[in-house]
């Protein structure tokens, strides 16, 4: 159990639907970060947040939004979905630093039908 | 943005054979991690990797990192179907703040 929970583990949603992914992170990171996997583009960097802002920003679609709020929880809220979407999200925390260690929580599998 | 490239993508070996795999780039990292994720699971840290030329042992895995902090490799001896997952090698990038990346991985399946 790496300590980070993320919920829910599986959803299945319809195009153009709307869904939050929710990231509580281990006691005591301050950064969240966010990543998309699917099986041919690995695992793709979204955003991070560090203690409630926005620290740096990967590939992630206009579409896609994410906030950390002040219990230091994380949610993802993805929009206008489409079937491209379907992949594994996963959160990870870390304490800061040049010799960060990330830890995973274990992902939501997102569907898109 | 710096990259990190691993090769190879995919491996197939018989049980009780040696392995290497590898983790390039053309940045230096600060430091590098190694994590191995298995199917529907979220990677799992192995080992961090600081000084250039570090060798780090974990059991049957040896990690190095190059003495230029540029790559680094994962030799495993002995290898168990048990050691079955996907490799990946991430790096803190010097151009932002604290940004984890990630290389795509090396699929290893061993087989009995």
């Known amino acids: 159990d790496s300590g980070v929970t993320q919920t829910p583990k599986h959803l299945i949603t319809a195009t153009g639907q709307r869904v939050t992914l929710r990231c509580s992170p281990r006691?005591?990171?301050?950064?969240v970060y966010w990543y998309q996997q699917s099986l041919d583009q690995g695992l793709q960097f979204l955003i991070q947040?560090?203690?409630?802002?926005?620290?740096a920003k990967g590939n992630i679609l206009e579409r896609f939004s994410a906030q950390q709020f002040p219990d230091l929880h994380s949610e993802l809220n993805l929009s206008s979905l489409e079937l491209g979407d379907s992949a594994l999200y996963f959160c990870?925390?870390?304490?800061?630093?040049?010799?960060?260690?990330?830890?995973f929580g274990q992902g939501t599998r997102l569907t898109v039908v | 943005t710096q990259l990190l490239e691993q090769s190879p993508q995919f491996l197939s070996i018989q049980e009780g054979e040696n392995l290497t795999v590898y983790c390039n780039s053309s940045s230096v990292f600060s430091s590098l991690q190694w994590y191995r994720q298995e199917p529907g699971e979220g990677p799992v840290l192995l080992v961090t990797?600081?000084?250039?030329?570090e060798v780090k042992k974990l059991k049957r895995l040896t990690f190095q990192f190059g003495d230029a902090r540029k790559d680094s490799s994962l030799h495993i001896t002995a290898a168990q179907p048990g050691d079955t997952g996907l490799y990946l090698c991430a790096g803190v990038d010097g151009g932002s703040q604290g940004n984890l990346i990630f290389g795509k991985g090396t699929k290893l399946s061993v087989k009995p």
């Open positions: 947040y560090y203690n409630g802002e926005e620290r």
């Open positions: 990870a925390s870390s304490v800061e630093g040049a010799y960060t260690e990330a830890f």
């Open positions: 006691s005591g990171d301050l950064s």
């Open positions: 990797v600081v000084t250039g030329g």
